[in-house]
């Protein structure tokens, strides 16, 4: 049987990185077992998802490369799902309740006071028809329950293990709200159902919802798939994360210069009991992917461990792969010379447009010393110039005027690029060439040849 694997998103907020790492999760245990990757977005809260943010989500998904077999839209399914309520209703599966939010709170802070777990009562299933007609004369309209099975219910969680629960010890779920709009429950089973979905990979927080679930697959006469809950991420602090309290989001870190790669590396593998190592692909990532390795501890995103994974990406990545990028910047001199030489000095890619000013501008340099200056530019070979040519040049200059060490190597270095760090000298000198650099040898900006 194909694995079929979903992600589920409500458009409701820009997804943050807690979202994306179980998006990268179902779509890397989907091409891992050469599986299918459904995006569906769950729509069915008209008041707050928008279209903007369904748009924000599928941008996010592309940008990592986590493209979709299928995109389905719950907005869309709504009469499949009245189709299934009303089979629920004539099986006797799901029941009109009229207690009003207040009479609920009332009852679960009863209940609490009681040292008794707030479960519902079930007082809906016992209601005369006359009741219910008094409670609709008040104006109340029904809010529907599915009947929960009082028996064991049993899954193999593939993170957690074996998981059990007993149906009298949760509450008949509210599948329909009184205004008619559909909770969670129903249409992610119904729609589970419908599209095949063999593998459910998502957040421990909906552990319960699963043993709820369970029994509504088997009232749909189907039959459930295989879970599989992770651990929530937090932030490094420990502090859970929301698509509403501004938590760290995809485009934040795309616009902070994070590559799409190394958010994959870092969130495939945090939490896991694998390394985390930069990845340069999603196919390898994904043959290195098993959802079984996850840990069960919480894990905590660490921007810093973020930035680290960032830089040795950048450092392990062929020139082939971001010429495009050079070109996308009008950065007209950047080749493959220039990519070697300054990539170990990259925290993010957008470094490479000071860089490529400071190797091909006109700029201003250091120059303390103008008589030293001019006579280690006597002393510059001539061209054509390699990775070679710098101890060419330095040996002369040491035999030359006996200088050596830092009272060498720091003024040639602030002469040449007019500040005290950076890529190694030997790879800087024959991008500059010579026409720069004897230019700013005598501390003159240089017209752009």
């Not at 008794?116 to 409670?135: A, C, M, N, Q, W």
């Not at 390394?275 to 390898?284: A, E, G, K």
């Not at 960032?310 to 990545?317: D, K, W």
Request: aromatic content about 8%.
């Amino acid at each position: 049987m194909m694995t079929v694997v979903r992600f589920a998103p409500s458009p409701t907020g820009h997804l943050h990185v807690g979202n994306i790492r179980l998006a990268l999760a179902n779509w890397l245990h989907a091409r891992s077992t050469e599986g299918r990757f459904i995006l569906r977005l769950d729509d069915t809260d008209s008041e707050r998802s928008t279209l903007e943010f369904a748009k924000s989500i599928e941008k996010d998904l592309k940008w990592l490369g986590l493209e979709w077999d299928q995109l389905q839209q719950q907005s869309t399914r709504l009469n499949r799902y009245r189709e299934m309520l009303e089979i629920l209703k004539s099986t006797g599966r799901v029941y009109a309740c009229y207690e009003t939010s207040e009479e609920l709170n009332y009852k679960r802070r009863r209940l609490r006071s009681q040292g008794k777990p707030p479960i519902y009562d079930r007082s809906g299933l016992s209601l005369s028809l006359e009741k219910k007609r008094e409670y609709e004369s008040e104006g109340r309209k029904p809010h529907w329950r599915f009947k929960l099975d009082h028996k064991d219910i049993f899954f193999h969680d593939l993170v957690r293990g074996p998981v059990q629960f007993h149906g009298s010890n949760l509450s008949d779920p509210v599948l329909v709200r009184g205004d008619g709009t559909y909770l969670y429950m129903l249409p992610s089973a119904v729609d589970d159902v419908d599209m095949a979905v063999t593998d459910v990979i998502r957040g421990e927080d909906h552990v319960v919802n699963t043993a709820v679930q369970i029994q509504l697959f088997e009232a749909l006469g189907a039959t459930p798939p295989t879970f599989a809950h992770t651990p929530l991420l937090t932030d490094i602090s420990g502090k859970g994360l929301s698509k509403r309290i501004g938590s760290i989001t995809v485009n934040s870190l795309r616009e902070d210069g994070v590559e799409a790669m190394a958010l994959n590396s870092y969130l495939a593998n945090v939490g896991m009991s694998d390394s985390i190592v930069p990845f340069t692909n999603l196919d390898t990532l994904a043959l290195n992917f098993d959802i079984g390795h996850t840990g069960r501890g919480t894990p905590k995103f660490d921007p810093e461990q973020l930035q680290a994974i960032n830089v040795s990406l950048l450092q392990a990545t062929p020139f082939e792969d971001v010429n495009e990028r050079f070109v996308e910047r009008g950065l007209q001199h950047a080749n493959a010379d220039f990519w070697c030489a300054v990539r170990p000095n990259l925290k993010k890619f957008d470094d490479v447009i000071f860089w490529h000013r400071i190797c091909f501008d006109d700029i201003e340099t250091v120059v303390d010393d103008v008589s030293f200056a001019s006579a280690v530019a006597d002393l510059l070979p001539a061209e054509p110039w390699d990775h070679t040519t710098w101890k060419e040049w330095t040996d002369k200059i040491k035999e030359k005027l006996g200088c050596k060490g830092k009272d060498l190597f720091l003024p040639l270095r602030l002469a040449l690029s007019g500040i005290n760090y950076g890529p190694e000298l030997k790879l800087l000198l024959p991008l500059i060439g010579i026409t720069r650099v004897l230019k700013r040898l005598k501390g003159k900006k240089e017209s752009n040849p």
